[in-house]
């Protein structure tokens, strides 16, 4: 089972909220964990978005717009990804990771499709 | 404004080496944390190693452990990855990507591939 488990993809409209989910594997609570996420734009390397851990503890992406935000989900032991008010530039691939037992672990990614 | 770039990358036979270099401008590089990171063609990004801020500490994945070793020189701005025993599975675009607590900025790639 993969450390960091993401949808393969997901489709949304333009003018959608899109919510990517990234969900650690058992035994492992998301809770004590910072999760960066990371878009990549085709031929382009990956950007930082933002990182998350909780309300206290978060950090924004230098000029990164506010419709993208993180969030967390307890119960499903997942990081979220939220973009709000979906727009053509933001198709792209999206990938979380976390810094776990001294290595940096990627999620499997997510290819996001405005249509 | 961060920026990096990344050199060194090109063909080479497996079992060979190569070693990849990211020059850094403009910015408190001595205090960053630096990462490499690998995406092969059409599949997703895989970290490599890391060096942290002093340059004593450092760490790698498990793919490349062994094989390949990362340094820094903080006089030049520069830290490197030297590649040994190079298999076709490292076949990639090597990313050098800096930060104080995670890989906030990234470099263009390099690609390196390997010929079996």
């Known amino acids: 089972q993969a450390v960091l488990t993401q949808p393969s993809s997901l489709s949304a409209s333009p003018g959608a909220s899109a919510s990517l989910t990234c969900t650690l594997r058992?035994?492992?609570?998301?809770?004590?964990?910072?999760i960066h996420w990371y878009q990549q734009r085709p031929g382009s390397p990956p950007q930082y978005l933002l990182t998350y851990k909780s309300d206290l503890d978060k950090q924004q992406g230098s000029g990164v717009p506010s419709r993208f935000s993180g969030s967390t989900d307890a119960s499903a032991n997942a990081g979220i990804l939220l973009i709000s008010g979906l727009q053509s530039e933001d198709e792209a691939d999206y990938y979380c990771m976390i810094w776990h037992n001294n290595v940096y672990v990627f999620g499997t990614g997510t290819k996001v499709t405005v249509l | 404004e961060v920026q990096l770039v990344e050199s060194g990358g090109g063909l080479v036979q497996a079992g060979g080496s190569l070693r990849l270099s990211c020059t850094a401008s403009?910015?408190?590089?001595?205090?960053?944390?630096l990462n490499w990171v690998r995406q092969a063609p059409g599949k997703g990004l895989e970290w490599v190693s890391y060096i942290s801020d002093s340059g004593y500490v450092a760490y790698y994945g498990v793919s490349v452990r062994g094989r390949f070793t990362t340094t820094r020189d903080n006089a030049k701005n520069s830290f490197y990855l030297q590649m040994n025993s190079l298999r076709a599975e490292d076949t990639a675009v090597y990313y050098c990507?800096?930060?104080?607590?995670?890989?906030?900025?990234w470099g263009q790639g390099t690609l390196v591939t390997v010929s079996s």
């Open positions: 403009a910015f408190s590089f001595r205090t960053y944390e």
């Open positions: 058992s035994g492992i609570n998301v809770g004590a964990y910072r």
């Open positions: 990507a800096v930060g104080t607590s995670s890989p906030d900025y």
